[in-house]
């Protein structure tokens, strides 16, 4: 009761915690925060420039620029945490900004999680957010609050699918009844992709870009099917040979065949979360089809090569980079409710 209570004076909010791309929302207000996962800190250390503030778009400029005295650091690696402090530093300004300051209650955090990742690691991102403010931690799975801000019917007796690429980790899963009927996770995503591009310029024409050029590069003229009309780019980066800058031209063409390894992947989660559904769940996907979103659902064709793949149709959901982010607003509405059924800092795990 007095949590509740808490509640109506607090503002709860809901985090989809991306490897990528960090969406706050808050109740009855939407999303209001879009930022990287990016945080600048001193070399060496753990201390945040600007006094803590050199988070998220400040940082991301940092990116592959920073002299020897600075990182620039992506706190969380396929989906999970691999840097703690600077996780829970990264936090702790993207609530105060959404929060401010000088509040008597601390608020209610949902923070949504890739499915397969282990309970050593959901500790971690309940440990984390607790020390940056929150005041309780609720968990759900990234492709349940996928699902429900996809707007897909997943309470009700009938198979929803979502895909769910995102920059760290896919998640695939078939949903009905408001719970996860099977589901794959792979740590494979957007950050995949730009690694694909990054080897294929430097094996093809001796030239290194950085993680920024080469993700501009999938968004501009990478595909996942053949186009219509090829694309061409004009791409800058250092000579390994000569160690000088240069440019070149490339096509979607090659970049299509660089991405290759990182698309199949992705088509082979879907056909083995498809694989292992429930003959009746499987029929009602004829009808239903299948959801996808997140960042890696607007490579070009995607959803032309999921369609090849599995026979049915394939739709790429409404506003698809915040799928995530508006399901945990779903969560946040319906808190009292559903909090009973979510991974949250009542276990016990001191």
């Given at each position: 009761m007095l949590d509740t209570l808490f509640g109506w004076f607090g503002m709860d909010m809901g985090i989809d915690l991306g490897t990528c791309t960090t969406l706050v929302c808050v109740r009855d207000k939407g999303i209001v925060l879009n930022e990287p996962s990016v945080v600048a800190v001193r070399k060496?250390?753990?201390?945040?420039?600007?006094?803590?503030?050199a988070v998220g778009l400040v940082a991301r400029e940092m990116l592959g620029k920073t002299p020897g005295s600075i990182s620039a650091i992506r706190p969380l690696k396929d989906g999970v945490?691999?840097?703690f402090e600077i996780t829970e530093a990264m936090l702790k300004y993207f609530i105060r900004k959404v929060y401010g300051r000088g509040r008597l209650v601390n608020p209610r955090v949902v923070i949504a999680v890739p499915s397969g990742?282990?309970?050593?690691?959901?500790?971690?991102?309940?440990?984390?957010?607790?020390?940056?403010?929150?005041?309780?931690v609720y968990l759900v799975d990234e492709p349940m609050a996928a699902g429900i801000g996809a707007?897909?019917?997943?309470?009700?007796?009938?198979a929803s699918m979502i895909v769910d690429i995102g920059g760290g980790t896919t998640e695939v899963a078939i949903m009905s009844l408001a719970d996860i009927a099977t589901a794959e996770s792979i740590r494979i995503g957007g950050d995949d992709m730009d690694e694909a591009v990054i080897n294929h310029l430097k094996k093809t024409y001796n030239l290194l870009i950085g993680e920024a050029r080469a993700e501009k590069v999938k968004i501009q003229i990478g595909s996942a099917s053949p186009l219509e009309e090829e694309l061409t780019m004009e791409?800058?980066?250092?000579?390994?040979?000569?160690g000088l800058p240069r440019k070149i031209v490339i096509t979607s063409e090659e970049i299509r065949e660089a991405l290759r390894d990182p698309v199949a992947t992705i088509?082979?989660?879907?056909?083995?979360?498809?694989?292992?559904?429930?003959?009746?769940?499987?029929?009602?996907l004829i009808d239903n089809g299948v959801h996808i979103c997140g960042g890696g659902s607007l490579l070009r064709g995607m959803d032309t090569v999921l369609a090849n793949a599995t026979?049915?149709?394939?739709?790429?959901?409404?506003?698809p980079l915040s799928c995530v982010a508006r399901g945990t607003s779903v969560y946040l509405e319906n808190l009292e409710l559903w909090?009973?059924?979510?991974?949250?800092?009542?276990?016990?795990?001191e």
């Open positions: 060496g250390t753990n201390i945040v420039l600007n006094n803590g503030e945490i691999s840097d990742i282990t309970a050593v690691e959901r500790r971690a991102v309940i440990d984390s957010a607790e020390r940056a403010g929150a005041r309780k707007g897909l019917p997943i309470t009700e007796p009938t791409i800058a980066g250092r000579d390994t040979i000569s088509i082979d989660a879907v056909t083995a979360t498809l694989e292992k559904a429930e003959p009746e769940l499987a029929a009602d026979g049915l149709k394939v739709q790429i959901a409404e506003d909090k009973d059924t979510m991974d949250h800092n009542d276990y016990g795990w």
